[in-house]
């Protein structure tokens, strides 16, 4: 071979070898999924895939394992996903591959407990429905006898700002003091709505409903029941004080109220 043929032979393997790597993108880029699953990621991973010429992760859920979704061309783990209930925390238990509450209903719960909350607590059977059900010094309270408290309880008028029916902070803190006190008692109670004299008889009277109707709501998201609870508007009609139009705003503070009464 001469020496001119040997260097023509040499310059043609190097094109062809130039050209092989010139067909391929460097990663991550791709023309198909071989290039990708030829890359060093590739092999690691044992799978990657060409997609709008770059390698992605997946294109859809089936290419990623138990328990992650394709999302964006990459595998992310689905929240809340579980194989079995260890993979859960607390008491939560593993539901169609998610974890959730202990309980549903009753019948997730083994005998002698109920599904309370989401979660399985023991059964206990109604000591009572009201008062008269209990034992001497003793009160119905969640359907159990409970010993009654050792001292009366007194429900507190709340006050409100002028021309409203919001609940300030010191009127809830009274009327946290009064649920306690009327959940105390398993008592009824009548809320009176009351305002001054500025403004005339029917809007008044339809203050004073609001300012009843707002204290009646609060108690109940305090846990009273709603049928212990009837309420009542007189508007302008028992004033604590006569203040007069010109009056000075403390004492006309003193109308703006409600009031309670057990029955």
Known sequence: MTWSRFFTLISVVFLVGLTAVACRPDFPECKN????????????????????????????????????????????????????????????????????????????????????GGSCVEEVEDECTT?????????????????????????????????????TQTARSALQRNADCIQERSASVQ????????????YNL???ERRANAVRDYLTSLGVPRNQISTTSYGDQRLRRNCGETGPESCHGDNRRAEFNLR
């Open 33 to 116: 999924d071989d290039h990708c699953q030829d890359s060093e990621e590739g092999q690691e991973t044992g799978r990657l895939y060409c997609i709008n010429n770059l390698c992605q992760q997946c294109r859809d859920d089936g290419d990623c394992d138990q328990g992650f979704e394709c999302v964006g061309n990459a595998c992310e783990e689905i929240p809340g996903w579980c194989a079995t209930t260890a993979d859960c925390p607390g008491n939560q238990v593993c539901r169609d591959s998610e974890c959730g509450p202990e309980c549903l209903d009753d019948g997730d719960c083994e005998a002698g407990y109920v599904c309370e």
């Open 131 to 167: 008062n008269a059900d209990c034992g001497p010094g003793q009160v119905c309270r969640g359907n159990q006898c409970v010993d009654a408290p050792e001292s009366a309880c007194n429900l507190e008028t709340v006050y409100f700002p002028f021309d409203s029916s919001n609940l």
């Open 191 to 202: 809320i009176e709505g009351h305002a001054d004299e500025r403004g005339t008889t029917e």
């Open 206 to 208: 339809a203050l004073g």
